[in-house]
């Protein structure tokens, strides 16, 4: 059994450099927990599917006396610094487009051991923050470089979807606001957020709320591609543009040739002769990114159209955080009314043009916001 474990590791790995004595010497119970979960290669691929029987063996081998221990240090341990491919820059952006690296011998054990963390009997003691830390580091939804890995982003999401108690779901709706809609394993991601939703009991219009895509839009509602060292870090495009959705509803491409820049709406065509064969299939992806930002926006207009005259209220730091501060929904929450009030005060007060630029730190947090109740419909966006 002792060989069997320490064939799983990698000397050229630093996570698996870091864990080796940990992992190694164990009970026999334990030592085939650890030799089960390497085994994860075998079927955790782009399909994201865990299979049956090994999931089984799995819940078995977890009941083991250390077994719960020893899962959250392994994925403590992931979660810190470059993650498992040990790989982050915060000075220089380091883009991998096309470079192909053989995987580590020691990867099969850190996915398994990340989806042997949702099956855990408990959770707290920072097992989610720690599998958040993991999600964003390999799904690049962090400001700095991480080496991408779908599979080990896709295996964090999927135990945070399987883990009991508030703090996973708190975990997920950050990730969901925050990780890209390109990203291949955001449909784990999308799923895991449903099923924690339904186990706690999440009513369907805050889960609607609260899924909202930001397609990857800043706060001042642009998203910029590029080449390499330009542009959002998760995307690598062969053209220079910018999709901006505006204040008025309407939705630019700027597409840039140098030093020339020309803007489009929709359908968002590209200039004459920019669509070269080398840009074709990054033309066509922005196109679609700004379709389905405008897509997103149409739909938010009539969802909360259809808030007028109900007797919803939010609390304030909720408001702001998935109406007022999200890039495609704060654009139709702006062109509504609203009115809130603060806390041991019975009457609403319309909300003053300022108070959509505050910090939320500047309201107290039990503050109620609600649509005024005599509101109509929602402006209907420039025509572009």
Do not use: C
Not at 16 to 32: A, I, K, M, V
Not at 319 to 341: I, L, S
């Amino acid at each position: 059994m002792s060989d069997l474990v320490t064939d799983l590791f990698d000397p050229g790995n630093a996570w698996s450099t870091r864990t080796r004595e940990r992992l190694t010497g164990l009970s026999p119970e334990l030592g085939e927990l650890v030799v089960h979960l390497g085994t994860s290669d075998g079927f955790w691929d782009w399909r994201y599917k865990v299979d049956a029987a090994w999931k089984r063996r799995a819940k078995v081998l977890l009941k083991a006396d250390g077994a719960d221990e020893l899962v959250r240090y392994a994925v403590r341990e992931l979660a810190r610094g470059g993650s498992f491919h040990d790989m982050d820059d915060p000075e220089h952006v380091i883009r991998e487009l096309g470079m192909i690296k053989p995987a580590s011998q020691a990867r099969g054990l850190a996915i398994g051991f990340l989806l042997a963390a949702g099956w855990l009997r408990r959770g707290g003691e920072g097992l989610s923050a720690d599998l958040a830390a993991v999600a964003r580091k390999n799904a690049q939804a962090m400001d700095t470089y991480h080496r991408v890995d779908h599979e080990i982003a896709g295996a964090a999401f999927a135990a945070l979807g399987d883990l009991p108690g508030p703090e996973a779901m708190e975990e997920l709706w950050a990730l969901h606001y925050d990780v890209a809609r390109a990203l291949h394993p955001r449909k784990v991601l999308a799923k895991s957020v449903k099923k924690a939703a339904a186990r706690l009991g999440v009513p369907a219009h805050e889960l609607a709320e609260r899924t909202v895509p930001r397609h990857g839009l800043e706060r001042d509602g642009t998203l910029t591609v590029g080449w390499f060292g330009k542009g959002v870090l998760w995307w690598n495009a062969s053209v220079d543009a910018v999709v901006t959705l505006h204040d008025t509803g309407q939705v630019t491409v700027d597409w840039a040739e140098g030093d020339h820049v020309t803007r489009t709406t929709a359908p968002f065509r590209s200039p004459a002769g920019y669509k070269t064969p080398m840009r074709a299939d990054s033309v066509t992806l922005v196109r679609r990114y700004a379709q389905n930002i405008g897509k997103t926006l149409a739909e938010e207009r009539q969802r909360l159209g259809a808030l007028a005259g109900g007797t919803r209220t939010w609390l304030w730091t909720d408001w702001v955080r998935y109406y007022r501060d999200h890039p495609v929904t704060g654009v139709v929450t702006r062109a509504m009314a609203w009115e809130y009030r603060l806390p041991n005060e019975t009457a609403y007060r319309p909300l003053p043009p300022d108070f959509y630029a505050v910090p939320a730190a500047g309201v107290p947090a039990a503050t109620e916001v609600r649509r005024r109740p005599d509101e109509g419909a929602v402006p209907e966006p420039v025509a572009g």
